[in-house]
């Protein structure tokens, strides 16, 4: 379930264009009245916004937004401002980039999205970069992470809740003989990590548990420390309970000392609009404080009105 | 260009679908009516005769195909009705298991079909098989074979022109120097193969020919004979130059003692609509006879007829 709030009444897609632009006018910046429209309206409402905003005035809201805002609050208003698959091939990109590289980015997107939604994520990266998103990952990652991330992102997986249980017994026993010989990165764990449906590979982990007594993370974690098995258990999290790893991400982000803004902003951004209530569930139940207030703690200024109007905090 | 012929005047689906009921009615079957009807209606007027039959007599137009008629006609006619992404589906289904087992076939559908309409072929996969076709390919494979398949089939290639010739000429010494040492089977050789657009990889086979002398393919001949070798040949052959490839499938099934069926069906029924005009050229060129000529040569009553319809023979 979604944090994002839309106001019973949403004003004409030119209305809230002109508003926008009202906005940018002048001496300063009006930012609250960017959060009340922005904050506030679904993604096809907000690609009616920019379809109307360019009608207007001859340019792309995204850049007004670019021009007139600023650091940590630009990149959350514009990252949610995209539509998500345009959003995610952006985040993917940059994820491909030297410095801005990031396995982690790219297998939360393969993981976490339906099957659809990623293939809609593959066709923007095609409009926009002139490149498959695969070739970039592919280009971008070598040995085990290659093996792992490829079958990920070029994945469309069965989306049916039918499991086959004979199957789930048999694939179950594959990844306990590989794990227990520590080869983690063996094809057959991959094959079954990157095709196999949700439902079906749930099914498996749960045989596993049931079979050999423990949680397959667990027997993970025992391994080692390494970053393939780190993406590799992570990968299973994403695939099967996506609350639990998005609860971290946030709780990595703003505990300790500073905070990782752009972890922050990714979670807020890509979550609001799809489980973002089941997150921020987990997140008081682990953290025994609710994410608003965390988020307020870490975070300031208009930055912060935009991530607590994303997840939904105060009045429409 | 295709070969599929459509009279100037085509019939109501309803009337059609009529026309094919009475084909099947009585004593023995019409086989030339349905012929005349099947084999001169592009997919979309099939897909409308196939919901015009259902709706007049609450049966699949496919379902009294497969009780009127038999042998070769029979999955020639079948093979040709269904919808180009199911009949990839059926396929590719068929050779996933084990008595029509197929990597060539895999290999076929992945790597002469546009990106759209591979995906189409994964959207059929679930509708018809409930489970994904990557799931299948990987399960079936194994090895060198299945690092190969697997990204084939779930390719979404960038399908525009441009062409970077930098990067061109860097992965060409790249997969001159895996092929010099044996390693065909390298991760970077299957990276470039099953990631790179059509036309980069193109850009990139040509540099190869400069700057070292030789077509890949005849460079990767002298390797050895191996199956996997010759699958990579042909990838290769299917990705570039995909007529000359179905010239040799052809020639294959029709030249020497016996014919093969399966092919010349498969071939036939699945470029018609696509590219038969370009095949036809390049057989004529290779044999010195003409495909027509061949197919009547090699094949008799109602399947030579479907046949020589479907590559263009005779009249409307």
Not at 88 to 109: G, H, Q, R, V
């Amino acid at each position: 379930m979604a944090t994002l709030r839309i106001p019973a009444h949403v004003p004409a897609p030119s209305e809230d264009a002109e508003q926008l632009h009202k906005a940018f006018e002048g001496w300063g910046t009006n930012e609250q009245l960017i959060i009340d429209i922005l904050a506030h309206r679904n993604a096809a409402q907000r690609n009616s916004i920019r379809k109307a905003y360019r009608e207007a005035y001859g340019k792309d809201l995204l850049k007004s937004l670019d021009e007139e805002l600023s650091s940590d609050f630009e990149r959350a208003v514009v990252l949610f401002t995209l539509d998500p698959a345009e959003r995610d091939a952006y985040l993917a990109n940059e994820s491909t980039k030297k410095f801005t590289s990031s396995n982690w980015i790219l297998m939360e997107i393969a993981c976490t999205r339906s099957s659809y939604e990623l293939f809609n994520v593959r066709r923007a990266y095609h409009a926009r970069y002139k490149k498959s998103l695969e070739e970039d990952v592919a280009y971008h990652t070598k040995g085990d992470h290659r093996k792992l991330l490829v079958p990920l992102v070029s994945a469309f997986r069965y989306e049916g809740e039918e499991v086959n249980m004979t199957l789930a017994k048999s694939e179950a026993k594959i990844l306990h003989e590989k794990i227990s010989h520590k080869h983690y990165s063996d094809e057959e764990v991959i094959r079954i990590v990157t095709t196999r449906s949700k439902a079906q590979l749930n099914a498996t982990l749960n045989q596993y548990n049931t079979a050999f007594g423990n949680d397959i993370n667990k027997d993970l974690e025992a391994g080692s420390d390494d970053e393939f098995l780190k993406l590799l258990r992570a990968a299973i999290q994403c695939l099967t309970v996506p609350e639990k790893y998005f609860e971290k991400v946030l709780r990595e982000a703003i505990v300790g000392l500073g905070t990782d803004e752009w972890a922050l902003t990714r979670v807020v951004t890509t979550r609001a609009e799809v489980d973002m209530v089941r997150i921020k569930e987990e997140y008081h139940r682990r953290n025994s404080v609710t994410l608003e207030k965390a988020i307020a703690g870490d975070t300031s200024g208009d930055y912060e009105k935009m991530l607590l109007a994303l997840v939904g905090a105060g009045d429409v």
